[in-house]
């Protein structure tokens, strides 16, 4: 795999509301800089055949994981972070609620609650939280904001088991944050996390797009 190096300078994005974090969902990225970014979510499935292909790959990973199915075993996330990849580990919440559903202190819980563990565990405060299902309103970002969270990143296509779902036309483009979840075959119909990221790396190159590092550009 080829990576697209750091950004000489990195882009501009819109300023939130007082008390409230950004919400990213596109990076900038210079006009004919064809770069994606990966993004995994939850943390169910803990393969250590993926382990070995993103170490071998040296594979940059932005990581939101939820408490309740990652922490089962941290350690695994833990190979992923310091494999040289430069992944990162952010924040999904506790137990992956519709945060649109609860009120902003059990919002705040949610977040900061993750916030801690994963401080604990990990030695640092995560710098970006992404919502479970995407679904947030203005008690998120201000919950995100009181918990330390820089920025609310979503995305705008997500992998499914043999292919890309675009949310906009039927192609990647620049500057796109790609879905991807940490599952196995159970949930893919057979497949593997590894054959499942085989397949998304290959559509990736098949449309002359490059991986770049997301914590590079923000």
């Not at 819109?14 to 939850?42: M, N, S, Y």
């Not at 137990?95 to 916030?115: D, F, M, V, W």
């Amino acid at each position: 795999m080829q990576y697209a190096p750091r950004p000489a300078q990195k882009p501009q994005f819109p300023q939130a509301g007082p008390g409230k974090v950004p919400v990213i969902d596109r990076i900038p990225v210079p006009a004919g800089e064809k770069v994606v970014f990966l993004t995994f979510d939850d943390g169910a499935e803990k393969d250590p055949e993926f382990l070995k292909m993103a170490a071998d790959l040296k594979l940059p990973i932005s990581m939101f994981l939820t408490d309740n199915v990652a922490s089962s075993d941290y350690g695994h996330f833990e190979k992923l972070r310091d494999n040289g990849s430069g992944s990162t580990v952010n924040n999904h919440t506790l137990t992956h609620p519709n945060l649109r559903t609860l009120s902003y202190a059990a919002q705040k819980k949610e977040i900061c609650g993750q916030q801690d563990k994963l401080e604990k565990r990990f030695g640092q405060r995560p710098a970006y939280f992404r919502p479970p299902f995407g679904n947030y309103n203005d008690d998120t970002l201000r919950a995100a904001s009181e918990c330390g969270v820089r920025s609310l990143l979503l995305w705008r296509v997500s992998m499914q088991i043999n292919n890309f779902q675009y949310a906009q036309g039927s192609a990647l483009q620049p500057g796109d944050i790609i879905l991807a979840h940490f599952r196995g075959p159970s949930e893919l119909k057979g497949t593997t996390e590894t054959q499942m990221t085989t397949r998304m790396l290959q559509r990736i190159q098949d449309q002359g797009y490059r991986i770049a590092r997301l914590e590079d550009y923000l």
